[in-house]
């Protein structure tokens, strides 16, 4: 594969002043995963009238999109008891402009490979966290005339939901249209205030997402799994496969008649299963799974529509690796929706208060890039899995056509999986998940023998 070459890279401002000031995150932005997170989109030949100012008609929509999201345009800076702050200072996003001789014709082959990182924009964690942007985005043009868009957010600051809206807008002012949903800027919904003073009572909370996950027998902890390679797949499951799926777990004697089993959580129940085969585990072994539930619909009264901010939060469903085995596909089912199901108003909002009130953040929030071992692992024996199913994924258009292809960006952290639509609307889906190397090929054997 030809190398990546950078030819430039440019800050972009709003288009317009901004509102500036100290701007307070919510108890939700700052826990789970606070790096950014990426996304990769490949078109097709742009038009030959469209071909040279595919930078600049970016950089142009960018900016303007900006003026209406400016947090985005901002920075983070840590606060004691390591919090996070968001300074909306208008200092800019990174997009960067780069180029390939590579003839792009086999998207599958080039997915996993060194030369496709390098299409993702790169951010310096060891950098102080004020002089790193929320935003990146990277254009390359191949010699055959594709281009990629890859773009990398900050979780701290945006959840997937939001993260799509912005990119969704950013795209119909690129065509010349208006706001579809003006973002809903406003976090004190989400946000329980000043902390309460030290010493003072903290409500009592058992919330499943501050769980410890648990470790392989006989490990003090999960250094030596973290060493291991690992490998990404993306795994299609047909219509007819998925059916047969939801046939088997809604006739189950652990289905609830009146609603059944939802598409995700048939399916994260079945690669639960096959993980804990593939890996090869004792029957006593115990096993978590992370589970990212939006909140949007859940609160009393509903988030305003626009909501642009973390409106997620983790639980966990836990067993061990012989119940779920043992077990038909009903039995794993039912450990997710119970998790799910217990994600109430009240559940969000004495979660929100114990983080309030806890000392200090760092042991909830997910630091594996920034070069830390705190924080949690969800990797053998557990994994996580989200799903994009109802995420506006598909149909990101800056005006020279739709995406040929779209999909998450590089991931090396063994047992992280997403549940996505197939962009064709057939009632198929797709798992991308990253297994260890001496898994992946059981993992791929019982994902489809087991249906």
Not at 47 to 56: A, P
Request: hydrophobic letters at 35%; aromatic letters at 10%; one cysteine or more.
């Amino acid at each position: 594969m030809a190398p990546i070459i950078i030819r430039n890279t440019y800050t972009v401002v709003p288009a317009e002043p901004t509102w500036t000031g100290r701007f307070p995150l919510a108890e939700w932005d700052q826990v789970g995963t606070i790096t950014h997170v990426p996304t990769v989109y490949f078109y097709d030949k742009p038009s030959d009238s469209f071909q040279g100012n595919v930078v600049e008609a970016l950089k142009n929509s960018l900016s303007r999109a900006l003026f209406h999201f400016y947090p985005l345009a901002g920075r983070l800076r840590w606060l004691p008891r390591n919090r996070l702050e968001l300074d909306c200072n208008a200092a800019g996003v990174t997009l960067i402009e780069a180029e390939s001789e590579a003839e792009l014709t086999d998207f599958n082959s080039f997915l996993g490979t060194k030369e496709f990182e390098k299409i993702v924009p790169q951010v310096n964690y060891k950098t102080p966290i004020e002089t790193i942007p929320l935003f990146l985005a990277q254009v390359t043009k191949f010699k055959c005339g594709r281009i990629s868009l890859s773009v990398k957010v900050s979780h701290a600051v945006v959840d997937g939901q939001s993260a799509l809206h912005f990119l969704s807008e950013w795209g119909r002012i690129a065509r010349g249209e208006p706001l579809k949903t003006i973002p809903f800027l406003d976090r004190k919904i989400l946000w329980a205030g000043e902390p309460l003073p030290p010493f003072a009572s903290s409500p009592q909370y058992e919330g499943q997402e501050f769980e410890e996950p648990p470790l392989l027998i006989g490990e003090m902890d999960c250094e030596e799994e973290r060493k291991k390679e690992t490998v990404v797949a993306m795994l299609k499951l047909s219509k007819t496969q998925l059916e047969k799926l939801r046939s088997r777990v809604n006739t189950s004697e652990c289905a609830d008649p009146a609603r059944g089993f939802t598409r995700y959580e048939t399916v994260t129940g079945h690669v639960w299963r096959c993980a804990c085969k593939a890996r090869g585990h004792s029957p006593e072994q115990p096993t978590g799974l992370v589970i990212c539930v939006d909140v949007r619909s859940r609160m009393q009264p509903p988030l305003p529509r626009g909501y642009f901010g973390n409106a997620t939060l983790d639980v966990v469903a836990t067993s061990t690796s012989g119940e779920l085995i043992s077990n038909e596909l009903g039995f794993a089912a039912g450990k997710i929706s119970k998790a799910i199901k217990n994600v109430t108003n009240e559940y969000v909002m004495t979660g929100i208060e114990y983080l309030k009130n806890h000392e200090d953040l760092k042991e909830f929030q997910d630091m594996h890039t920034l070069g830390r071992k705190e924080g949690p692992f969800y990797g053998n024996p557990n994994l996580g899995l989200v799903s994009w199913l109802t995420l506006p994924m598909y149909g990101l258009d800056f005006g020279w056509g739709q995406e040929v292809y779209m999909g998450p960006g590089t991931n090396d952290l063994d047992g992280n999986s997403l549940l996505l639509p197939y962009k064709n609307d057939d009632g198929s889906l797709i798992l991308a998940t990253c297994q260890q190397v001496g898994h992946m090929e059981a993992f791929k054997k019982h994902f489809y023998e087991d249906i």
